[in-house]
Nanobody, 124 residues
Framework: QVQLVESGGGLVQAGGSLRLSCAAS????????MGWFRQAPGKNREFVSA????????LYDDSVKGRFTISRDNARKTVSLQMNNLKPEDTAVYYC?????????????????WGQGTQVTVSS
């Protein structure tokens, strides 16, 4: 059982930056592929970014490409999402997730474990 805990959310003005972190409890963290998803009020949860266990493959949704950067530190068992040039439409609860497979990293049902989420609010 992998426990994931997100942190770093908050309120920021448009154009600002936030860095989200996700800490994992499992010592086999380096074997998991990690993803970030978000859910805005009244909307379905959507894919944001993913990084393979090896770091060789990184994916972004088009809406965040060029503004967000995903990274992972396997020694510290963390995955981070650096979010720059934030927009009001980035407002959502952000979730990190872990998967033992990397077949369809944009699809949430591929992920075995989820964090509780952290709120990001971007004011205009």
């Amino acid at each position: 059982q992998v426990q994931l805990v997100e942190s770093g959310g908050g309120l920021v003005q448009a154009g600002g930056s936030l860095r989200l972190s996700c800490a994992a409890s499992d010592r086999t963290f380096s074997n998991y592929h990690m993803g970030w998803f978000r859910q805005a009020p009244g909307k379905n949860r959507e894919f944001v970014s993913a990084i393979s266990a090896s770091r060789l493959t990184i994916l972004y949704d088009d809406s965040v490409k060029g503004r967000f950067t995903i990274s992972r530190d396997n020694a510290r068992k963390t995955v981070s999402l650096q979010m720059n040039n934030l927009k009001p439409e980035d407002t959502a609860v952000y979730y990190c997730a872990a998967s033992s497979r990397f077949l369809s990293p944009r699809v949430e049902n591929q992920y075995n474990y989820w964090g509780q989420g952290t709120q990001v609010t971007v004011s205009s």
